[in-house]
């Protein structure tokens, strides 16, 4: 069983940074046949997805349009981790974010909360 562990969220002011982590295991192969993605659930919206590896187009990373620019997606394959680097960060960043892995199924971490307030 795939398991999931977000870490790095916090309270930051408008304008701050962030890097989240999420480290896998129970992997079943190797970390990069995995395809991971970062979502979050912000207050009264739908869960979105925020960044992702498009498997099908060379793991060549993916955006929402609401971080683009501002949010990178990056892993590192040895430590079976992902990580988000969020700058520029807005009140509407405000969530939880969430990390997953899909290979021929889908695992959800727990989450950590990410506030941006003054």
């Known amino acids: 069983q795939v398991q999931l562990v977000e870490s790095g969220g916090g309270l930051v002011q408008p304008g701050g940074s962030l890097t989240l982590a999420c480290v896998a295991s129970?992997?079943?192969?190797?970390?990069?046949?995995?395809?991971m993605s970062w979502y979050r659930q912000t207050p009264g919206k739908e869960r979105e997805m925020v960044a992702d590896?498009?498997?099908?187009?060379?793991?060549?990373?993916f955006y929402g349009s609401a971080v683009k620019g501002r949010f990178t997606i990056s892993k590192d394959n040895a430590k079976n981790t992902v990580y988000l680097q969020m700058n520029n960060l807005e009140p509407g960043d405000t969530g939880v974010y969430y990390c997953?892995?899909?290979?021929?199924?889908?695992?959800w971490g727990r989450g950590t909360q990410v506030t941006v307030s003054s």
């Open positions: 590896f498009d498997i099908v187009n060379r793991n060549r990373p």
């Open positions: 997953t892995a899909r290979r021929y199924g889908q695992w």
């Open positions: 129970g992997l079943t192969t190797t970390f990069d046949a995995y395809r």
